[in-house]
């Protein structure tokens, strides 16, 4: 069974550029979230996709934006990138509680 | 504000030890807590989770115990392995059915041969 998919694994993006993100669930789970792991913040939940829609979502601003598609592939964007945003971004899919991480993107803002 | 911390940020261990790696919680309405561990360059694995009906619940060398009196959440790893070495972290799940996790800081255990 295919674990969680996170392309591309490495970024590297200047100040002010946009980015996207790509998740690809295990299949049969409609339930996506993201999370942003830093040194200095942990591991902090921004948003959280359902069958398409929005759940739940973190406190983060509105440059995080996220959308799932009809097969439960998620993706996350962010827009006009700053430093502190260099992070890894970690992608969790699950069907009941039980949830399970990609391996991340690491992103590098420059 | 609410929180998930833990403790200690490290812990070293003798393999073949028993290791303790702790937990609190604030918020008293939570009532479903997960384990996680986290090897360098791979992301959050899950390990055991435990509902607040349940104050012990044990897996393959894991036992989590839960004191909500106190609001501690504990995982306690038996006969502690070098694969055992990595960063574990506690998570609260405030919307049980959803997948919005709040992580505790992490403790990072080095076990030593």
């Known amino acids: 069974k295919a674990g969680v998919t996170q392309t591309p694994r490495y970024l590297i993006k200047t100040r002010g550029q946009q980015v996207t993100l790509s998740c690809s669930p295990i299949?049969?789970?409609?339930?996506v979230s993201w999370y942003q792991q830093t040194p200095g913040q942990g591991l902090q939940f921004l948003f959280e996709?359902?069958?398409?829609?929005?759940?739940n979502k973190g406190n983060f601003p509105g440059r995080f934006s996220g959308r799932q598609f009809s097969n439960s592939r998620s993706e996350m964007n962010v827009s006009t990138l700053e430093l502190g945003d260099s992070a890894l971004y970690l992608c969790?899919?699950?069907?009941?509680?039980?949830?399970?991480f990609g391996q991340g993107t690491r992103l590098t803002v420059v | 504000g609410e929180s998930v911390g833990l403790h200690l940020p490290t812990l070293s261990v003798q393999e073949g030890d028993n290791s303790i790696i702790n937990c609190a919680y604030s918020?008293?309405?939570?009532?479903?807590f997960i384990w996680y561990k986290q090897e360098s360059g791979k992301g959050p694995q899950f390990i055991i989770d435990?509902?607040?009906?349940?104050d012990k619940r044990q897996g393959q060398r894991v036992t989590v115990l839960l004191n909500k009196t106190v609001k501690h959440l504990s995982l306690q790893i038996a006969a502690t392995q070098p694969g055992d070495s990595a960063v574990y972290f506690c998570?609260?799940?405030?919307?049980?059915?959803?997948?919005?996790?709040?992580f505790g800081t992490g403790t990072r255990l080095t076990v030593i041969p």
């Open positions: 998570a609260e799940n405030r919307h049980p059915g959803a997948n919005n996790l709040f």
């Open positions: 918020n008293s309405a939570s009532d479903y």
């Open positions: 969790a899919s699950s069907r009941d509680s039980e949830a399970f």
């Open positions: 996709y359902f069958s398409e829609t929005q759940r």
């Open positions: 435990i509902r607040s009906n349940m």
């Open positions: 299949s049969g789970h409609r339930s």
